[in-house]
C-alpha cells in the first residue's frame, strides 16, 4: 500500500444513489441516537439494523434503500454493469468507499452495544458518525474516507488512472 497526500472528495453535483443513501443513514443515526439518549435505550437497536446492514452492503452489494432510490430514477455511481431491474453496488476489489461501508457498519454496531452494556456515553459516537455521514453526503468530504485514501486505498469515485471520466470525484493536491 501506498501513502498518499491530498484531499479526497467525492462528486456533489447531482444527487446519485450512494450518496443519497449515505445522507439517509445519516439522518436514521441522528434520529434514533437522539431517541435512544431522550426516550429509550432500545432505540439504538435501529442504528444497529443500520450498521448490519451497512455490513451486508459492503459484503453483497445489495442495498433495499439503494433500490428503492434506483426505482425512483437515481442513477447509480458505484453500481454493477448489468444488473437488470436491481442496483448492487460493485463488489469486485474492496476500494475506499466499500471500506467505509464495512467500517461504518462495523463501528456504530459495537458503539450501539456498548451503548446499552456499558455507558449510554457511547451514544455520542453513533452521533458523530451520522454527523459524518450527512456532512459527508452535501459536502463530498469525509474523515474516514480521506484516511483510507491517504493510507493507498484506492478510490472508485475519484481512480487516480482516470479510467471512469463520469464519476468527476477529484482528489485535491496540496
Not at 16 to 25: F, G, K, M, P, Q
Not at 53 to 78: A, D
Amino acid at each position: 500500500m501506498t501513502f498518499r497526500s491530498g484531499i479526497f472528495i467525492v462528486p456533489t453535483d447531482r444527487w446519485y444513489i450512494e450518496r443519497t443513501v449515505w445522507l439517509i443513514a445519516g439522518f436514521v443515526l441522528l434520529t434514533s441516537t437522539a431517541m435512544a439518549a431522550l426516550l429509550h435505550p432500545l432505540w439504538i437497536l435501529v442504528v444497529i439494523a443500520t450498521g448490519t446492514t451497512s455490513v451486508s452492503v459492503s459484503l453483497t452489494g445489495f442495498c433495499v434503500i439503494g433500490n428503492v432510490l434506483y426505482k425512483l430514477g437515481f442513477t447509480p455511481m458505484l453500481g454493477r454493469a448489468a444488473s437488470g431491474d436491481w442496483y448492487f453496488m460493485q463488489t469486485d476489489t474492496w476500494y475506499v468507499e466499500r471500506r467505509i461501508y464495512m467500517a461504518v457498519g462495523v463501528n456504530i454496531s459495537i458503539a450501539s452495544v456498548l451503548s446499552i452494556v456499558h455507558s449510554a456515553w457511547w451514544l455520542a459516537f453513533t452521533g458523530f458518525v451520522g454527523v459524518a455521514m450527512v456532512w459527508f453526503a452535501a459536502t463530498g468530504f469525509c474523515i474516514m474516507a480521506n484516511g483510507l485514501y491517504w493510507l493507498g486505498a484506492e478510490p472508485r469515485l475519484a481512480p487516480e488512472d482516470g479510467a471512469r471520466p463520469h464519476a468527476a470525484a477529484r482528489p485535491v493536491t496540496t
